[in-house]
C-alpha cells in the first residue's frame, strides 16, 4: 500500500453548508501574495479542521485502515488505538509547550511510538487513521482560483495545522500537486514542519521573514482562512492583510467569545472564486 492509497479513504464527496454571513469584496491595491489554510478552505473537512488537532474522535475504519491493521498483525481495539493516541498527544503537548504555547505533533511519529512501526509503516498507518476519523473533499472553486490566482501574477503560499499525509491530498481532491499549482516552498509552512501550530506568533513571523528575504512586506501579502483566531488575528498581528473564508458552516470559526477576535477582516468570502472580483491582474511575479 502506498501513501496515496493509504489518504484515498479521506476522500468523500461533500458540499459547503452556507452560513448566510455575507461576502464583503473592497479593494485591496498592494496585494502580491495570497497565502491559504488548507483544511476548511481549500478543503472540506468532516470535522472541520485536521483530525490530528483533536485527541478524541470518533473512529469508522475504511478498507484502507483494517487491511493495513491486518498486515501490520495490529490486533488492539480502536478504542484501545484512540486511547493511547490520545495520550500520547497530550504528553507530546505537555513537552513542548515550555518552549512553544501551541506546539505541533507529527502524528507519523506517535503512531510509530504506540505500534512499534518503522517510519513508512507510521506514516501509512496515520494516513488511514486520519481516514477514518476525518473525511474531506475539494472546495468548490479551489483548484481554478489558485490557476487564475497565478496567471495573474500573483505568489501562492500556505500556513496551515496539516500532517505529512495532507499533501497527497492534493493531486487526489483539488487535481494537482503543491508543485503542479506553483505554491512558493519558501512561502509554505505546515505545522508538523515547523514543530508548532496555528495561531503560534512564531509560525507567521516566520511567514513574514520568508516574505521579506523577496522584498515583500507583510502588507503585500493576503491570509485566507476559516478561523479568526488561527488565520485571521494571527496575520492581522503580524501585520498581514485578512481574508475570512465563510463558506461553510463545518469549519467557519469566528470565536466571538475571544477580544482577539473582535475586528473585522480585511475581506470576507463565501466562495473561494470570489477572491477573483478583487485581487485584479498584475505584473507577473518573478
Known amino acids: 500500500m502506498?501513501?496515496?492509497d493509504a489518504v484515498r479513504g479521506c476522500a468523500k464527496p461533500m458540499e459547503p453548508i452556507g452560513t448566510g454571513i455575507p461576502c464583503r469584496l473592497p479593494e485591496l491595491p498592494g496585494i502580491r501574495a495570497v497565502i491559504f489554510d488548507i483544511y476548511g478552505t481549500l478543503l472540506i473537512s468532516e470535522t472541520g479542521d485536521i483530525a490530528a488537532a483533536e485527541d478524541s474522535l470518533t473512529?469508522?475504519?475504511?478498507e484502507e485502515l483494517e487491511e493495513l491493521m491486518q498486515g501490520l498483525g495490529i490486533t488492539a481495539s480502536l478504542t484501545g488505538l484512540e486511547a493511547a493516541f490520545s495520550r500520547e498527544v497530550r504528553f507530546e503537548h505537555e513537552r513542548m509547550k515550555p518552549l512553544e504555547p501551541y506546539p505541533e505533533i507529527e502524528a507519523d511519529r506517535l503512531w510509530a511510538r504506540i505500534l512499534g512501526l518503522d517510519g513508512e509503516r507510521s506514516l501509512l498507518f496515520a494516513a488511514a487513521w486520519e481516514a477514518s476519523v476525518n473525511k474531506a473533499w475539494a472546495m468548490p472553486s479551489a483548484a481554478e482560483t489558485l490557476r487564475s490566482l497565478r496567471s495573474r501574477g500573483y505568489l501562492l503560499g500556505i500556513v496551515s495545522n496539516a500532517q505529512a499525509y495532507t499533501l497527497p491530498l492534493f493531486p487526489l481532491l483539488l487535481g494537482d500537486t503543491l508543485e503542479g499549482f506553483a505554491f512558493e516552498k519558501d512561502l509554505s509552512l505546515f505545522s508538523w514542519q515547523e514543530g508548532r501550530g496555528k495561531p503560534s506568533p512564531r509560525l507567521f513571523a516566520d511567514l513574514v521573514a520568508a516574505l521579506g528575504k523577496r522584498g515583500l512586506s507583510p502588507g503585500d501579502a493576503l491570509i485566507v482562512g476559516n478561523d479568526m483566531l488561527k488565520?485571521?488575528?494571527?496575520?492581522?498581528?503580524?501585520?498581514?492583510?485578512?481574508?475570512?473564508?465563510?463558506?461553510?458552516?463545518?469549519?467557519?470559526?469566528?470565536?466571538?467569545?475571544?477580544?482577539?477576535?473582535?475586528?473585522?477582516?480585511?475581506?470576507?468570502?463565501?466562495?473561494?472564486?470570489?477572491?477573483l472580483r478583487f485581487l485584479p491582474r498584475r505584473t507577473p511575479c518573478q
Not at 473512529?59 to 475504511?62: A, L, N, Q, R
Open 2 to 4: 502506498t501513501l496515496s
Open 59 to 62: 473512529v469508522t475504519p475504511t
Open 231 to 275: 488565520d485571521m488575528a494571527s496575520s492581522r498581528e503580524a501585520g498581514l492583510r485578512t481574508c475570512l473564508f465563510a463558506g461553510d458552516r463545518r469549519s467557519l470559526k469566528l470565536r466571538k467569545d475571544d477580544p482577539r477576535c473582535d475586528f473585522e477582516p480585511d475581506a470576507v468570502v463565501t466562495d473561494l472564486g470570489q477572491l
